[in-house]
């Protein structure tokens, strides 16, 4: 058995996984992203609690992290985009503190996207292919790529990260630094905002979240539909620009704004073939990530498990 954690903008989730990749416990919270480090550390502390409660955890083996991004995964430090309390943050140093976690497990840290990328290779929706760019698209955008049948993380584990790709020259700025990010036009966070800028009005006493703005999209809603429209075109450049550069297969897409269906799979489509046109990346397919929501848990025990076998975890073949 292992243990894995996948943190991000919006949730905090661990599980535990067998040797196959199927989760058998999972527990999830939600980030407090505009608190403390402290209180993102508890929230943390509580998921690791809770897995610690199932009579599974004494046969766990190995612990895998996903975190959103950047992450060092050198120095066990990540720096969230989307949680400004964490920079250059100790994660891996503050579980391995943790007093229920065996002193022979020694944590391992991946960015979240990569993890998808890796659970995809895995187990998922890139099983059967050699080059792949693998996208979370939530809270924020992230992605990692599969190159000659192995996943590619670079020196830091931040390889293909598509979500900072720069897509509007003249755009808003975004977190980063930089303008006119993937991430701030096709993000959870930014569709509902456009939405909401181009007079769409979220259900009386409901959020305004992209869930919402997907349900009246259902509905025929105009603003909400070019909102995805929108969000669409952003991801098609971003991921032209990826094929263009390492020359992939298929792009594969999941997070929680993937969850819309066709909302956003149809215009992604047809505006992937306004951008990628030349020979080499024309026709590019577009698939759904297969694994949804567990895709960074399966993808950090997947990482873990080719450490623990002498395979580079995060370079090496993940299939077996």
């Known amino acids: 058995m292992y243990a894995a954690l996948d943190i991000g903008g919006t949730k905090i989730a661990g599980a535990l996984v067998d040797a196959e990749g199927r989760v058998t416990r999972r527990i999830q919270r939600p980030t407090p992203a505009k608190e403390s480090a402290r209180v993102l550390m508890s929230a943390v502390d509580s998921v690791l609690d809770g897995l610690a409660r199932d009579p599974a955890w004494g046969t766990v083996r190995g612990f895998g992290i996903a975190s959103a991004g950047p992450v060092d995964t050198g120095a066990g430090t990540v720096s969230p985009v989307n949680i400004p309390a964490w920079r250059g943050f100790p994660l891996v140093d503050k579980v391995r503190a943790h007093p229920l976690l065996f002193a022979s497990i020694e944590p391992a840290l991946v960015g979240d996207a990569v993890a998808m990328a890796a659970a995809e290779h895995w187990k998922g929706a890139a099983c059967d292919v050699g080059n792949a760019l693998c996208m979370v698209v939530s809270t924020g955008v992230g992605g990692g790529l599969v190159l000659n049948g192995r996943l590619h993380s670079g ?166």
């Open 155 to 320: 020196p830091s584990g931040n390889a293909g990260h598509i979500g900072h790709i720069s897509v509007d020259l003249d755009g808003d700025p975004c977190p980063c630094g930089a303008r006119g990010c993937v991430e701030g036009l096709a993000s959870g966070t930014a569709i509902a905002r456009r939405a909401q800028a181009a007079g769409w009005m979220p259900p009386q006493g409901e959020a305004a979240t992209a869930t919402e703005v997907a349900a009246s999209a259902r509905r025929g809603d105009a603003l909400a539909l070019a909102a995805f429209d929108r969000a669409a075109q952003a991801l098609a450049a971003g991921i032209a620009a990826t094929a263009a550069l390492v020359e992939i297969d298929v792009a594969v897409v999941g997070g929680g704004v993937a969850q819309a269906g066709d909302l956003l799979f149809t215009p992604l489509r047809r505006h992937l073939d306004t951008y990628a046109t030349l020979d080499f990346v024309r026709g590019l397919e577009v698939r759904p990530a297969a694994l949804a929501q567990d895709a960074g848990l399966v993808g950090a025990v997947a990482a873990v498990r080719e450490q623990q076998h002498r395979a580079p975890a995060l370079d090496g073949p993940l299939r077996g």
